[in-house]
């Protein structure tokens, strides 16, 4: 691992957390936190801002799984759940709620490391996707938006498409701005006025 991870641990049995902690410290994680009431569990995790948490549930209930996956923050870093036993609408519900790892038949000490380094870089794989779909959804609207302010001008001025984006274009360098701001500004005169 580059970096030292703080680790939480969500487990209830005291036996059951020694061997996550033991097995994790064999790994090299250092900075393992165990939390053993799962009442108030958003608010403890909100405190110690893990990089990664683990959930050992024997018999998940589907609310159960849900509601710890949102509590844990699966969308803002790596979740693993280890649970005992699970059915194909447990697991579709895992994986819909966000969970890097979801691990059937309970917890062996040996594949914890395995499952967390997986874990890790199924969330880095994950977050990645969004963030380049966010990107996407965000070019696709300012694009709208620059076609928008284009017919504008094109209705207005009585211009061509190349010429309308031209006169955006320069408006935006003359004014030290991005062309988007120029065609946001645009188009909200010209609703003003309108």
Not at 29 to 41: E, R
Not at 85 to 94: C, G, I, Q, V, W
Not at 176 to 189: N, Y
Request: hydrophobic share 45%; with cysteine.
């Amino acid at each position: 691992m580059a970096a030292p991870l703080s680790i939480c641990v969500i487990e209830p049995d005291p036996d059951r957390a020694r061997l996550i902690i033991d097995g994790l410290r064999d790994a090299g994680w250092q900075d393992v936190t165990v939390i053993g009431q799962i009442s108030a569990l958003a608010r403890r995790l909100v405190e110690l801002d893990p990089d990664l948490v683990l959930i050992d549930l024997a018999n998940p209930s589907r609310d159960r799984l849900e509601n710890l996956s949102a509590a844990s923050g699966a969308a803002t870093r790596p979740v693993a759940m280890f649970v005992d036993h699970t059915d194909p609408e447990l697991t579709r519900a895992a994986m819909r709620a966000g969970l890097s790892a979801y691990v059937v038949d309970g917890l062996a000490r040996d594949r914890i490391q395995p499952v967390l380094e997986t874990a890790i870089e199924r969330f880095q794989v994950t977050s990645q996707m969004r963030a380049e779909l966010d990107a996407a959804k965000q070019a696709l609207a300012e694009r709208k938006t620059i076609d928008r302010a284009k017919g504008l001008l094109m209705q207005a001025k009585g211009i061509g498409e190349d010429e309308a984006y031209g006169l955006l274009r320069k408006t935006a360098m003359d004014q030290g701005r991005k062309v988007i701001e120029v065609a946001e500004a645009l188009i909200t005169a010209s609703e003003l006025l309108g």
